[in-house]
Structures are given as C-alpha cells and as structure tokens.
C-alpha cells in the first residue's frame, strides 16, 4: 500500500525551509528516542523501532526470502560475529539493492526510514495521526514523509521489498505513474524476488 501526502512533497524546495525541516526531524528524533524508540541508519536507510521489541524476531522475519546475494552481502547480514542491529541495517539494504535492481530503477541520492511498530493496532494508530481517517494496513508507504510503516506482527522481506518498490518508483519518476500501476510494479518486486539472477 502506498499513500501520498502531496502536501508535503514541496517541501525541501527552499532552503530555508530545509534547515527548518532538519531542525524539527532532529526534535522529532529526540523526542521519540525519549518515548523509546530506537533509531538506526546506515547509507540509505533509517530504521526506527521501540525499544523493547524482539531484535531476533524481526531479523528472521526480514530472512524469509532466499535470493541470491553477493558473498559480501551475505556476510553482512548473516555473519553472528556481527551485533544483530547490524545484520538487520545489512539485510535491509540487500533487500532495497534487491528491488531496484528488479524494477531497473536507481533513482539517485534516495533515502528512506522503516517505522516498525509493535502491532496493527499502533500502526492503525500512526495511519490515524497522519492521515485523520482510519485504515487497517499491514504496511503502508508515504512518500511525502519518505517512510515504510509496518509493525511486528506483519513485517517480513516480502512487505518490505514491495513497499520499497512504492518508494523507488516515487523516487524515481518526476510524475508519478496511477496508483493502479505503481500497485502492479510493487507487487511484482514482491513476487520476484528469487528470480532472475
Ligand atoms: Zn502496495
């Protein structure tokens, strides 16, 4: 599923309102690291997540898929002799390196947070503070906040990969193409993501 806020899309443009906007991300991070959640980021990819969920859960979640990746990839991500935040950052980007290369998309310069909640329900929630209306997803994308949102009782390579190929298209053309057909690429990378290599 994906969501436009289009709203917010213009913002960036000016860079007064840049330096306004990183101001209120750093106060916006502070403020949920104070609510504990955890931030993690590497290169491209900012994954938030409360404190108190199953790291080890979560990883296997993000493995239930088996494509083939490169051996230094692979270290990355399966190697116990590396902290398990690190092979989960590690497995996260092979599964966006994974997607565009399925999709022939590498829009430049694109980067993007994972929000994982602890369940539906608080997901429901999150839907409800952005959006003013109520919806049920499993996970959703939004490109005018540049965020996956998903929780722990749905989370796993494929609801990632798919509402990555959300984000990678909006990233990557200057119009964004009907919902019904970014819908169809998403799925796509989903259902092919053990093909082709
Ligand atoms: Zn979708």
């Given amino acids: 599923m994906k969501i436009r806020l289009a709203g917010l899309i213009i913002t960036g443009i000016l860079i007064t309102w840049c330096h306004a906007i990183f101001a209120e991300d750093a106060a916006d991070m ?13 290169s491209c990819i900012t994954l938030i997540y409360p404190d108190d969920i199953n790291l080890k859960k979560l ?17 990355m991500f399966a190697n116990p002799a590396y902290e398990i935040e690190d092979r ?3 497995r996260l980007e092979s599964i966006f390196l994974r997607t565009k290369e399925i999709l022939a998309m590498d829009p430049p310069s694109m ?28 996970s959703f994308y939004v490109h005018g906040l540049k965020t996956i ?9 494929s609801e990632i990969s798919h509402e990555m190929g959300h984000a990678v298209i909006d990233n ?26």
């Fill in 149 to 157: 949102y998903t929780s722990m009782q749905d989370v796993s390579d």
């Fill in 30 to 42: 502070a403020a949920e690291e104070a609510q504990g959640w955890v931030f993690r980021k590497n």
């Fill in 59 to 75: 990883e296997a979640r993000l493995k239930s898929r088996c494509f083939s990746v490169s051996a230094i990839e692979k270290d």
């Fill in 88 to 90: 989960i950052m590690a």
């Fill in 172 to 197: 990557y053309f200057t119009v964004i193409p009907p919902a019904k057909i970014a819908e169809i690429l998403a799925t796509y990378v989903d259902s092919h993501l053990e093909e082709g290599r």
């Fill in 111 to 138: 980067s993007m947070k994972i929000k994982v909640f602890r369940n539906r329900y608080e997901l429901s929630d999150e839907y409800y503070l952005i959006f003013k209306t109520i919806q049920h997803y499993r």
